[in-house]
Structure formats: structure tokens, C-alpha cells
């Protein structure tokens, strides 16, 4: 079983900078792509972020040139280094983690979220 861990989260002001961590755990496994999700009060989940385990980077179009993903593969954990803050940036973000098990078996894990609140 894969568990994530997220960190980081928390209160900002307009302009300013938060960076998350997530942490994949587990026994024999290996994560192919991870990334970062959102989803605001009453609006839907939305892709914010996706790294590969060879360091290809996805960006949702919003959130281009302000944030970077990045990947520690020898620690199974990603980062979302998120600068000039929006308050449309406010959301729960979550982590998730899609990857492969023994036997041919896939798993496809998410985070508890962590709440990011931009004040302006």
C-alpha cells in the first residue's frame, strides 16, 4: 500500500510564496508520474502540476512561470515551490502519485490535502 504525505500549506498574503511537499511511502513500488491538484470551494478538482520520474513537467496554463515542480526520486517526494500568489490560488491542494506495484499491479493514491489560503 502507498500512502502520501503532504506539508506545507497555510496562510499568505498577495504576492507571496509557499512551498508544499509530498511524500510517497510505502513497500515495493515505484512512482511513475506525481503531481499536484486542486480544487477550490464549489468549483471542480483541477490539475495545478504533473512531474515524471524523468523530469518532464506539466502546467496547468494559470499557474505557468509562477510555480515549479520539482522531484526528489531518491526520496519519493515532490515539490510545488508556488511564487506571486493569487487569491484565486486559494484551494486545498492534493497530492497524487500513479505507479506500479509487483505482479503487473497499478496503483493511482492521493493525499489528505493541504489548504493554501492567499489573502489580498
Known amino acids: 500500500q502507498v500512502q502520501l504525505v503532504e506539508s506545507g500549506g497555510g496562510l499568505v498574503q498577495a504576492a507571496g510564496s509557499l512551498r508544499l511537499s509530498c511524500a510517497a511511502s510505502?513497500?515495493?513500488?515505484?512512482?511513475?508520474?506525481m503531481g499536484w491538484y486542486r480544487q477550490a470551494p464549489g468549483k471542480q478538482r483541477e490539475l495545478v502540476a504533473t512531474i515524471s520520474g524523468g523530469g518532464v513537467t506539466n502546467y496547468a496554463d494559470s499557474v505557468k512561470g509562477r510555480f515549479t515542480i520539482s522531484r526528489d526520486n531518491g526520496k519519493n517526494t515532490i515539490y510545488l515551490q508556488m511564487n506571486s500568489l493569487k487569491p484565486e490560488d486559494t484551494a486545498v491542494y492534493y497530492c497524487?502519485?500513479?505507479?506500479?506495484?509487483?505482479?503487473?499491479?497499478?496503483?493511482?493514491?492521493w493525499g489528505q490535502g493541504t489548504q493554501v489560503t492567499v489573502s489580498s
Open positions: 510505502g513497500s515495493s513500488f515505484s512512482v511513475n508520474v
Open positions: 497524487n502519485a500513479f505507479g506500479n506495484l509487483p505482479f503487473g499491479k497499478t496503483f493511482n493514491v
